[in-house]
């Protein structure tokens, strides 16, 4: 067979089936600026307001182009308008400690790590072919920061996937800004054979350097490269899959072939009920580090409990998002919020592993959160409350019931439903 179609036959393998939690990691030279414009969840807002207003920071170098944003003013007035790669040159992870963070990221219960390795801006995080200085190792940090990562990430005892921009780059592929969805993922996105050789070679020395297990690509791929040729796409998942068996792919490769749907903050929700799904999302609204983000838009670590037991119960599993610092420290908030995941997952995350959709029908009263959770020994209940009361009062299956929860509970408590 000579089409995407060879692979429909793929089982999902076991790791993944168990694994609940994963961590993505965004970080880039728009982590020195690292500013954005705070203002709510990708898919709530009108997208013309959205690229103006973009509350992703690792969106930088293409905010401050548009003209009369926000972002632009604020370039100007604090870096004078300076080129986008004069932030390459001024970042220095003096504080980066790829063990330390793989530490807090196992003990929050994720069982693989994601880092970026090439956002839109077109910097890759390793020496990747083709990009002449302009890499991490070359400028910057001058480190392999893709190497450091998925080293601490496997002595951790997680597995490792690499997120690649294959459908965006504002350095080799500049089409201008972008303003809309339209733009995205269409008009100004590169298709041409150059494009897909250039980042098919970045994701082909990726593979043969750092071995992932996820290949994570975001936006699309380049319409030239979506065949079985020698050096196409095709070839490139028949590859991948010999030497990983139990490797993945997701579903950002344009019209190809995926082993599981991606969904973001509010966006993709419909994909949700078409298969096996990973939502991610940031503990704040954007993914890269973002100073004019606070406790007041950023989840605590119940509340990101409580999300993981939401997409655990209707069939999923959540991909977390860290955005460190340009120093390479995981800023304070982040990193609280996933020392109080931890103090949950000691305490319940156990039962996740094995847990997936019950057929219940739950509902809470007031501030009441539950969830229903089925297992091999049978369903479960997730039972919190979102404004830090004792008693839950809940439905199950036509049945009021009250539920009392400790005082000092690091989040949803897990309870029989009989």
């Known amino acids: 067979m000579s089409d995407f179609s060879l692979f429909e036959s793929r089982q999902l393998p076991e790791w993944f089936r168990r694994s609940k939690l994963g961590i993505f990691i965004h970080w880039g030279a728009y982590s020195v600026p690292a500013w954005a414009e705070p203002i709510g969840p990708l898919g709530a807002f009108d997208p013309e307001h959205w690229f103006r207003h973009n509350p992703y920071a690792e969106w930088y170098a293409n905010t401050i182009r548009i003209e ?39 003990a929050a219960g994720a069982s693989h790590v994601v880092p970026t390795t090439k956002h839109h801006d077109g910097i890759p995080l390793w020496d990747a072919p083709g990009t002449d200085t302009r890499n991490t190792v070359q400028r910057g940090p001058r480190r392999d ?51 897909h050789e250039y980042a098919m070679a970045h994701v082909r020395d990726l593979m043969d350097r750092y071995d992932p297990d996820v290949l994570w690509n975001d936006i699309n791929w380049p319409d030239a490269g979506k065949n079985f040729e020698p050096n196409g796409l095709g070839r490139l998942f028949t590859d991948f899959y010999a030497a990983h068996p139990d490797g993945l792919v997701n579903d950002r490769w344009g019209d190809t072939h995926r082993d599981y749907f991606t969904t973001e903050y ?22 890269g580090y973002n100073t004019e983000e606070d406790e007041s838009v950023s989840m605590s670590g119940p509340e990101v409990a409580r999300l993981l037991v939401d997409v655990v119960s209707r069939g999923g599993r959540l991909l977390l998002n860290v955005g460190p610092t340009g120093s390479g420290s995981i800023p304070d908030i982040q990193r609280r919020t996933l020392t109080d995941l931890a103090a949950w997952q000691d305490e319940f995350g156990n039962v996740l592993a094995d847990a997936g959709r019950s057929r219940l029908e739950v509902s809470g009263e007031g501030a009441a959160f539950v969830k229903a959770l089925a297992t091999a020994e049978g369903d479960l209940l997730a039972v919190d409350t979102t404004d830090g009361s004792d008693q839950a009062v809940i439905e199950v299956d036509g049945t009021r019931r009250t539920v009392s929860l400790p005082a000092d509970r690091p989040g949803p408590v897990i309870i029989d439903a009989r």
């Open 145 to 195: 920061l893709v190497g450091d990562i998925t080293r601490a990430t496997r002595a951790a005892g997680m597995r490792v996937g690499l997120y690649y921009s294959g459908g965006l780059d504002w350095h080799v592929a500049d089409m201008g800004p972008l303003e809309t969805d339209e733009q995205v993922h269409d008009s100004r996105r590169p298709k041409d054979a150059a494009y």
């Open 68 to 106: 009369g944003s926000p972002a632009q003013e604020h370039h100007r007035r604090v870096w004078g308008g300076a080129p986008y790669d004069e932030l390459l040159d001024a970042w220095d992870p003096v504080d980066f400690d790829p063990d330390d963070w793989c530490a807090l990221f196992a």
């Open 266 to 287: 509010e966006q993709g929700r419909d994909l949700e009920n078409r298969g096996t799904f990973e939502h991610c999302r940031g503990i704040g609204y954007s993914f």
